[in-house]
């Protein structure tokens, strides 16, 4: 008897402990499972559809903030959701600011933070990570109907998800993201009183903000500043 009440409260203390971990919303706060939205016949039929609304169609094994046990997730960049595999059945995690989802080794990790302008409450990639920032990237899949010929000369399109460019920004930490610039001034400018430094440094290592690699080294580079 005292073996099996043991086990119970150890359930409990688990459950509670993971429930806590992953974060909740509303009324369903405090629940472990029954928090994360249930997909289970509510699967969108995309066949006939070329494209993926994913990033990577497969499940990555990884953890969910600091639950200790791991899980096989994946993101959906059209409808923004960070999906989640347990039993054969495919969840969804929250969109709720402080919800991350990562693989330290494969060094890939998703966290829900608010977009400045429209304060929408979504996922972002943590690109690259700094000392005095991190490197965020809003990752987008567009879907377009299917476009059916309306003379001889035009061809039938079928219904396609097209992956649309990242959105960059810079998390500074308590919910301070600002968006970088596209335009090559307005992108120095958000370096403040470091601005002619970075600049130079660019300059002289022909760096260009927009290309992935060199924006990775000119960042690196502001941060030691």
Same mark, same amino acid.
């Given at each position: 008897?005292? +073996?099996?009440?043991? $086990?119970?409260?150890?359930?409990?203390?688990?459950?509670?402990?993971?429930?806590?971990?992953?974060?909740?919303?509303? #009324?369903?706060?405090? &629940?472990?499972?029954?928090?994360?939205? #249930?997909?289970?016949?509510?699967?969108?039929? @995309?066949?006939g559809?070329?494209?993926?609304?994913?990033?990577?169609?497969?499940?990555?094994?990884?953890k969910? /903030?600091?639950?200790? /046990?791991?899980?096989?997730?994946? @993101?959906n960049?059209?409808?923004?959701?960070?999906?989640?595999? #347990?039993?054969?059945?495919?969840?969804?995690?929250?969109?709720?600011?402080?919800?991350?989802?990562? /693989?330290s080794?494969?060094?890939?990790?998703?966290?829900?933070?608010?977009?400045?302008?429209?304060?929408?409450?979504? @996922?972002?990639?943590?690109?690259?990570?700094?000392?005095?920032?991190?490197?965020?990237?809003? =990752?987008?899949?567009?879907?377009?109907?299917?476009? =059916?010929?309306v003379?001889?000369?035009? /061809?039938?399109?079928?219904?396609?998800?097209?992956?649309?460019?990242?959105?960059?920004y810079?998390?500074?930490g308590?919910?301070?993201?600002? +968006?970088?610039?596209?335009?090559?001034?307005?992108?120095?400018?958000?370096?403040?009183?470091?601005?002619?430094?970075? $600049?130079?440094?660019?300059?002289?290592?022909?760096?260009?903000?927009? &290309?992935?690699?060199?924006?990775?080294?000119?960042?690196?580079?502001?941060?030691?500043?």
């Amino acid at each position: 008897m005292t +073996k099996n009440i043991l $086990k119970v409260l150890v359930f409990l203390i688990t459950t509670t402990t993971f429930a806590q971990s992953i974060g909740s919303s509303g #009324s369903s706060r405090g &629940r472990f499972f029954s928090d994360l939205i #249930s997909k289970e016949g509510k699967n969108v039929d @995309y066949t006939g559809v070329e494209g993926s609304p994913y990033i990577v169609k497969d499940f990555f094994q990884g953890k969910i /903030n600091e639950y200790p /046990n791991e899980v096989l997730f994946r @993101y959906n960049a059209y409808r923004d959701v960070v999906e989640i595999k #347990s039993n054969s059945k495919t969840y969804e995690l929250p969109r709720k600011e402080g919800n991350r989802v990562y /693989n330290s080794s494969l060094k890939i990790a998703y966290s829900v933070h608010k977009d400045p302008v429209t304060e929408t409450i979504g @996922y972002y990639k943590e690109e690259l990570p700094l000392k005095n920032f991190t490197l965020l990237s809003k =990752q987008k899949v567009k879907f377009l109907k299917e476009k =059916q010929a309306v003379s001889s000369y035009e /061809n039938s399109k079928p219904a396609r998800f097209k992956r649309i460019k990242d959105v960059y920004y810079l998390d500074f930490g308590k919910g301070e993201l600002k +968006k970088l610039p596209k335009k090559k001034k307005a992108f120095f400018k958000i370096m403040g009183d470091k601005k002619d430094q970075v $600049k130079e440094f660019a300059k002289k290592n022909k760096l260009k903000h927009k &290309r992935k690699k060199d924006l990775f080294r000119i960042l690196r580079y502001y941060n030691s500043l």
